[in-house]
């Protein structure tokens, strides 16, 4: 099986959707609780939701394998993302919820989570950094736009709702300023979708990573709450409500291009 699939656009765009993949391998899905069997995890449907991009110009890299395989969100040395505040890891062991990801004593090893990174999170990062880089020498500058979502109540890692729409641009380090200030209009000119900027998500190792607005490649994380676009009890896609969500979502990229 593939690891992802990339599309190759035209436009200084780059959409990366890490948490898509829903696929595990037998030989760890049989290690995994019954619960996690499910990767109730995922960022669901978060491909779906941003299929539309390509008609924008946009590339778009999108992995098949879940986060309980490896998280390509996370760095390869695991080091949190979030100090002080739970978090899950590289190769997660603890769910969201904070319920175990695998049956007592089948979690992965030191060696086998090393494995992992070669086998699964390495190639993706390759291929980002590269379509990166393809995408700068045409253009001479380069948005990587993290797509991502997640439950709007999760007790576990934060408390309270979480806003429709979290904007993470590393508190401002990996974008422009003007870039960032472009999309906080956007978002603040609607009154459909609640919103905030470097909250509780400012973005993953990806956003922090790749994002060097000085060397003309820029990075933005949006975390999408899950009950903008879909039903969250039980994981199915609302076409209603996705459609209301990808037309503020088309703005933030037209705006990003």
């Not at 390495?122 to 439950?151: C, F, K, N, T």
């Not at 039903?231 to 979502?249: G, P, T, V």
Request: charged share 25%.
């Amino acid at each position: 099986m593939e690891i992802f699939t990339l599309h190759q656009g035209t436009a200084p765009l780059l959409v990366s959707v890490p948490h898509d993949g829903t696929f595990v391998p037998d030989d760890i899905a049989q290690r995994l609780t019954p619960a996690a069997r499910r990767v109730p995890d995922t960022d669901w449907h978060i491909a779906r939701l941003y299929a539309f991009a390509r008609e924008l110009g946009a590339s778009m890299i999108v992995p098949t394998h879940s986060r309980y395989v490896v998280d390509l969100n996370r760095s390869e040395d695991d080091v949190s993302l979030y100090p002080g505040q739970n978090t899950t890891g590289l190769c997660p062991v603890v769910r969201f919820s904070g319920e175990p990801v695998y049956l007592q004593g089948r979690e992965p090893t030191p060696d086998e989570i090393a494995e992992r990174v070669e086998r699964y999170w390495r190639p993706y990062h390759q291929a980002l950094r590269m379509e990166l880089d393809r995408l700068w020498a045409m253009h001479g500058r380069a948005v990587l736009w993290e797509g991502h979502s997640i439950r709007g109540e999760l007790p576990f890692l934060f408390q309270g709702r979480l806003p429709d729409m979290n904007l993470g641009t590393a508190g401002g380090t990996s974008c422009s300023p003007a870039l960032q200030q472009r999309l906080e209009a956007v978002l603040a000119g609607q009154e459909e979708f609640d919103s905030v900027v470097n909250g509780r998500f400012k973005g993953g190792h990806i956003t922090r990573h790749y994002g060097d607005p000085a060397s003309g490649i820029e990075a933005v994380q949006m975390e999408t709450s899950q009950r903008a676009y879909m039903d969250e009890a039980s994981f199915a896609y609302d076409e209603a409500k996705a459609a209301r969500a990808q037309a503020l979502i088309r703005r933030l990229l037209e705006t990003t291009l």
